[in-house]
């Protein structure tokens, strides 16, 4: 990791909560790469392995910041050994993309057909002519047409990890959409302005 | 863990997505347990564990029964790594979970209001004598009506991990309702009978 850390005062709460959201979506893309053979699912996990990086910086320098005494040093002590938990789970999902990426594929014998509570989990750059650009996902009502939840946007390195109805889209825009295959292909196709191939 | 478990023939691939609803459920519980201060969540952490570890015992048995050729073994050695991985995901939400069993309280200087984002989450255990006993999720429309959604339920030590519409409440049930806490208050003292006290 190259990027350069400063300290902001930050709540550690919100700091945890980013944390939260962060871990649950790792655990959530590394197996969706892995039970749907995506490379492309796997290389977002390795992008939010940094960001969790960033993130634990920035609450350890927090947490340093607000210990002024004894009693809050004994009170923060505990926070550190979650903090650490935290870079555990993070780097066991990074690894289990690092597997996928590494080309696992489970043999014939045991690829039985995919429980149906898994969706496909499909990355799509919005393209800049898309008729996306612009719109919100509210606007757009995505998921009652088609059954389509965008779950994260990665734009310029920064992640929108609850995007909700508000959230415009922009061009570049990574967005990481779950849903029916059906609904999928022609969500991609609208972002990207390309075929949706889905995975064999 | 003194339960045993024995051989059945269980697709990996399905073993794998229960392994993710677990893993998925254990970081969103660890953290709510620290960000809420909530030894009751922080306990559920832990029976998961031990789901986990079945679990995985039992991936770890479809993978030996699988492996026939060479080429099987090739292809299902990385999987092994897969479920390392996952092991330490576990143990990691467990740690968490411990530290927030052994009293973590974050002091007041960092205290922050909570980010909005993060709803109340809170363990029920079914009355025998509720109104809820014998209805289904969908029955009761709790999530129209309260903003409230039973996220996991445990029952009989068997876990309903994505209680869905035809999910019904049996007396004794430990359900996990997640939701806003004005909600969640009418919703806790509906299934248990008692009056809910909110974390402070």
Partial sequence: MTREVDYEPRSVKRLLAEMKDIAELMIDLSYSAV?????????????????MDVLQLRTHMSLLMASRTPDDAEALAPVLGIVGATEKVS????????IVLEDIRLPDAIRAALPEAVETLVRARVDPDSRFV???LGGLNLETETGVRAIAIRRAGEW????DRETQLEPDDVVLFRGPDEGVAGVYQSTTGEAYLPPD
Same sequence: chains 1, 2.
Avoid: M
Avoid at 35 to 51: F, G, K, M, Y
Avoid at 160 to 163: A, D, E, M, R, V
């Fill in 35 to 51: 039970l749907l053979d995506s490379d492309e699912v796997a290389e977002e996990v390795l992008q939010l392995e940094d960001e």
């Fill in 91 to 98: 780097d066991a999902t990074g690894d289990i993309a690092k």
């Fill in 134 to 136: 612009g719109e919100t």
């Fill in 160 to 163: 929108i990890l609850n995007p």
